[in-house]
C-alpha cells in the first residue's frame, strides 16, 4: 500500500494522473478510507512539497471565496470580506480556542457586580500600522459608529444595550452617554441591562478615529465607506492591494503588538471548490479549506505533504423561509417543507461521515445544544402530505398543489456549492413528490444577498458565519432584526432573556426551550452541522485554525519550514 501511494505521489507531483483516477486508484486500494480523528494529521513526507513553493522565500498564500473588497470590520457585506478584515485589524477581546475570552489589544477588563459596567483597559504603546496611537478615543468613536441612524453594516451593537446609544440614534442627543474615556488607555462602558454577548459586542476590532472619523458626521458614512478600499488597522499584516477575481496581498506589520510576523508576505488568492485541490496539489497556495469528506481527505493524504486539520465547526446551513410570502406564512407549510426534505440523505451525499443534521440553530458542540427532547424532523413524506392537506393545498391534475387558484411553486435561491449541488436535485425530487415544484436560482453569493435582500425569493440557502456565542446563532429571527418577515413574540422574549445573563447554567434552559419553540414554528429548514476540513503544506508551520478563530487567529505564530 505505501509503495502504491509512494508511485501516486510522484505522479501527482508531476501533473501526470487526473485526479479522479488518483482517486479511484486511491480508494481500490482500500475497501473503505478510515475516518480521520479530530485535531491535526501532520505531513507524510514534508520532500513533497512541490517546487512553486519552495520558491516563495518570504510569502504565504492562502485560499479564499468570492471577497467583495468592503474591507471594514463593521462594512463588509460577506464573509470572506470579514476573513480578509481579520488580517488587517485585531480585536479589543478575542476568544481562545475553548471559546473563553482572552485579551488581545485590551490589557484587561473589569465587570461591576451588577454586570452592567465595563472598564477596559488598553496595552501600553499600542499604534496603527501607520505608526499613530490607539487610544480609548478610538474604541468609544468605533462604538458611536456603530449607534449611527445610517450604520447597516453586520455588527448589531443593540443588544449590548449602551446607555445613552438608543437616544443616539434616534437623534434625541448629541453623544451617548454611557461612553466616558477616563484617560488615554482607559474607557468605561454603562450599560442598561446586563448582556450575555456585551463583551465580546465592545470588544471587537478598533477603528482610528483619526483616520476614519476625519470627516464622519451623524447620519452620514459615505466618507468612512469611501476607506473600505483603503484600510487602516492594527492587525498582523497590512493590506496592499486587492485584485478583483485574482487575489488580496498583505505585508508584515512592524507595529503589531505581538511584534513583527515572521513571514514577510501573505496572500488570499482567490479559489473555489473546483480549484482549490489543484491549486494546492502544485504549491500555488499553502494552505486552503476543503470538504469533509472521504475522498477530499484521502487526497490530502496522498499529497503527502499536507497537515490536515479537522474540527467541528461552529456554524449551521439553512434554507430561509421567506414569511412575507402568503404561502410561507402558514407554519405547517413551513413544517411540511422540512419534512419533506431528506435532510439525512443530503448530509450524508455532501459530507459522507462528516457532518450530522441539524435540528437546532447551534453546533452540537455548544453548551446551548439540547442533545434531547427537539423535534428531529426526520424525513416523512406521509406527514408532509397530511400538512399541505390541513393548509388548504390540494393536489390538482397534474400532481402540484393548489390553493385559490394557484400552484404551489417555490423558487430557491443557492450558490454555486457542494451543499447546493446536492440539495437542488435533491429537494427538487422530494418536493414534487409531496406536490411542491421546486424552481432552483443558481447565483454568486453576492447576488443571492442582493436578491434575498429585495424580497424576491421563497426559499434561500445559506449558511452562518461561525458562532461564537448561542445567541448569534437565533438573532437573525429577532422580529425587529429579521429579514425575512419572521415573527414570534415568545421567540423575541426567549432571546432576550437569555442574552440578559452572564450564567450559562441560566441561559441553558432558555436555548433549549427556545430550540423547541422555534421547531414548532420554523423560520428555515436547518440543514446540516459539519466539520471543518483545511490543509496547510509542510513548508509552512504554526496554523492551528480553530472552531473560534479559523485561519486567521494563528496568522501571526506562522513561519516558513528551514
Not at 501526470?16 to 501532520?42: D, H, K
Not at 480578509?84 to 490589557?107: H, M, N
Request: aromatic content about 8%; hydrophobic content about 35%; proline content about 6%.
Amino acid at each position: 500500500m505505501s509503495k502504491i501511494k509512494n508511485k501516486i505521489n510522484r505522479l501527482l507531483q508531476k501533473r501526470l494522473v487526473p485526479l479522479a483516477l488518483v482517486t479511484a486508484i486511491s480508494l481500490s486500494c482500500s475497501a473503505q478510507a478510515e475516518t480521520l480523528a479530530e485535531g491535526i494529521t501532520p505531513a507524510s513526507d514534508a520532500s513533497l512539497v512541490p517546487n512553486a513553493a519552495k520558491l516563495r522565500k518570504d510569502t504565504v498564500v492562502a485560499g479564499i471565496l468570492e471577497p467583495q473588497g468592503n474591507f471594514n470590520p463593521y462594512l463588509f457585506t460577506n464573509g470572506w470580506d470579514e476573513n480578509v478584515t481579520d488580517v488587517i485589524f485585531t480585536r479589543l477581546i478575542g476568544l481562545d480556542s475553548e471559546g473563553k475570552p482572552v485579551a488581545r489589544l485590551a490589557q484587561s477588563w473589569q465587570v461591576s457586580p451588577d454586570n452592567r459596567v465595563y472598564t477596559i483597559k488598553l496595552r501600553p504603546n499600542l499604534v496603527y500600522s501607520d505608526g499613530s496611537p490607539i487610544t480609548a478615543e478610538d474604541i468609544a468613536f468605533t462604538l458611536t459608529l456603530l449607534h449611527d441612524p445610517a450604520y447597516d453594516g453586520e455588527t448589531d451593537i443593540t443588544p449590548a444595550h449602551i446607555q445613552g446609544g438608543a437616544e443616539y440614534k434616534n437623534g434625541t442627543a448629541p453623544g451617548i452617554s454611557g461612553l466616558k474615556v477616563i484617560d488615554d488607555r482607559t474607557i468605561q462602558i454603562t450599560t442598561t441591562q446586563p448582556g450575555a454577548t456585551t463583551l465580546q459586542l465592545i470588544g471587537g476590532p478598533v477603528l482610528s478615529k483619526t483616520y476614519y472619523g476625519k470627516d464622519y458626521q451623524r447620519g452620514k458614512l459615505e466618507s468612512v465607506r469611501a476607506l473600505n478600499g483603503k484600510p487602516l488597522g492594527n492587525g498582523p499584516y497590512i493590506y496592499d492591494k486587492y485584485i478583483p477575481g485574482q487575489e488580496i496581498r498583505f505585508h508584515a506589520n512592524p507595529n503589531f503588538y505581538l511584534g513583527q510576523p515572521a513571514v514577510a508576505r501573505f496572500i488570499y488568492r482567490v479559489t473555489n471548490p473546483a480549484t482549490n485541490f489543484q491549486l494546492f496539489q502544485t504549491g500555488e497556495t499553502d494552505y486552503d479549506a476543503f470538504t469533509s469528506k472521504p475522498d477530499d481527505i484521502e487526497q490530502l493524504k496522498l499529497l503527502g505533504f499536507a497537515n490536515i486539520n479537522l474540527y467541528s465547526s461552529s456554524d449551521y446551513s439553512r434554507v430561509d423561509f421567506n414569511v412575507k410570502r402568503p404561502a410561507l406564512q402558514d407554519a405547517r407549510v413551513r413544517q411540511a417543507l422540512i419534512y419533506g426534505l431528506d435532510r439525512q440523505k443530503l448530509i450524508t451525499v455532501v459530507y459522507q461521515g462528516y457532518g450530522s443534521v441539524a435540528n437546532q440553530p447551534i453546533s452540537p458542540v455548544s453548551w446551548a445544544y439540547d442533545p434531547q427532547g427537539i423535534n428531529p424532523y426526520a424525513y416523512d413524506a406521509n406527514k408532509a402530505k397530511h400538512l399541505l392537506d390541513q393548509a388548504g393545498w390540494i393536489p390538482g391534475a397534474d400532481g402540484i398543489r393548489q390553493k385559490d387558484g394557484k400552484k404551489l411553486e417555490l423558487t430557491l435561491l443557492v450558490t454555486k456549492k457542494l451543499i447546493n449541488d446536492a440539495l437542488v436535485p435533491i429537494a427538487k425530487d422530494n418536493y414534487r413528490q409531496i406536490g411542491v415544484l421546486l424552481k432552483p436560482q443558481v447565483l454568486d453569493f453576492n447576488a443571492l444577498l442582493a436578491q434575498r435582500k429585495a424580497g424576491n425569493y421563497d426559499l434561500a440557502s445559506l449558511s452562518t458565519s461561525g458562532l461564537n456565542d448561542p445567541h448569534d446563532g437565533v438573532r437573525d429571527f429577532i422580529s425587529q432584526m429579521s429579514e425575512t418577515g419572521y415573527k414570534n413574540p415568545q421567540v423575541d422574549q426567549l432571546i432576550s432573556q437569555a442574552n440578559a445573563t452572564l450564567d450559562i447554567e441560566q441561559r441553558k434552559p432558555l436555548y433549549h426551550k427556545l430550540y423547541q419553540v422555534l421547531a414548532e414554528d420554523p423560520p428555515v429548514i436547518l440543514l446540516g452541522n459539519r466539520k471543518v476540513l483545511s490543509a496547510s503544506s509542510a513548508r509552512v508551520t504554526g496554523f492551528k485554525p480553530d472552531v473560534y478563530n479559523g485561519l486567521t487567529g494563528s496568522l501571526p505564530d506562522v513561519k516558513l519550514a528551514q
